[in-house]
């Protein structure tokens, strides 16, 4: 196999040589996956419209992300249980993030746990993703031990008061490979083993098991009052929930479908709407597919 040179090289690369369980896990969306269609198509709708004849001799691409500095405006989105694909999982990650100056914002569900993330990475931007448990006192730790290991925010993810029905880990009855757990959650053995079930994944069990349904913009009040870190609000979809964010008092949102693997048959990523209502108002970032 020749050495991939794109991004669709190494998607190739990553279905010839992962496990099945792992690459259904990674590439699929929900339900029929309509909306992850929809997402790539709206992407590529966009057309470049080049200026001519202005100098490019010296390019800076640096921006800064809720007060930090980026080298450009592409940061790594959370994804879970990365030591599914490679020993090394989220610390490769995040040493990569650090190498080209940009923000990691890692997941909850971590194959390796925050702290030795941020150890890996030294200097390096990252963020913290929550997801609210059931289990308040946990969440709480979660939110304490980011803010204490260096991450610059905590983004809690409002779309998930259930899993998204992802066919393929369901018939695969997906979970993780004896070797790895959920390590932010080892003091915790329910919290950090995936069960399979019958006619299930198991991360759809354990969502439903453990994760807080019952999540309003209380609960991210709640969120606030845990820390001093900013709060990013990640699963917004409109501008008439962009503006709760506001009234709420978070410093960002993101755009985002959850890469699809939510609600089928909602807006792609990149839908102007929510976009439009709060971009003078607070740090706004759109999630790609």
Known sequence: MDPPLCVADFERHAGAVLAKNAWDY????????????????????????PRMLRDVSHVDTALKVLGEEVAFPICVAPTALQCMAHPDGEKATARAC??????MTLSSWSTTSLEDVASSSGSGLRWFQLYVYRDKELTRRLVTRAQSAGYKAIVVTVDTPILGRRLADARNRFTLPPHLSLANFKQTETAAKLVTGRQESGLFQYTAS????????????????????????????????????VKCGVQGIIVSNH???????????????????????????????
């Not at 990674?26 to 709206?42: E, F, I, M, P, R």
């Open 210 to 245: 453990l994760i807080d349904p019952s999540l309003t913009w209380e609960s991210v009040r709640w969120v606030q009052s845990l820390t001093s870190l900013p709060i990013v609000i990640k699963g917004i979809l409109t501008a008439e929930d962009a503006l709760e964010a």
């Open 26 to 49: 990674y590439s699929s969306g929900a339900n029929q996956q309509q909306t992850l269609k929809d997402n790539v198509d709206a992407f590529k709708s966009y057309r470049i419209r």
């Open 98 to 103: 650090a190498k080209v100056k940009t923000c």
């Open 259 to 289: 890469g699809a693997r939510q609600l089928d048959g909602v807006l792609p990523t990149v839908s102007p709407s929510c976009n439009r209502a709060v971009t003078a108002l607070l740090q706004l970032c759109c999630c790609g597919w």
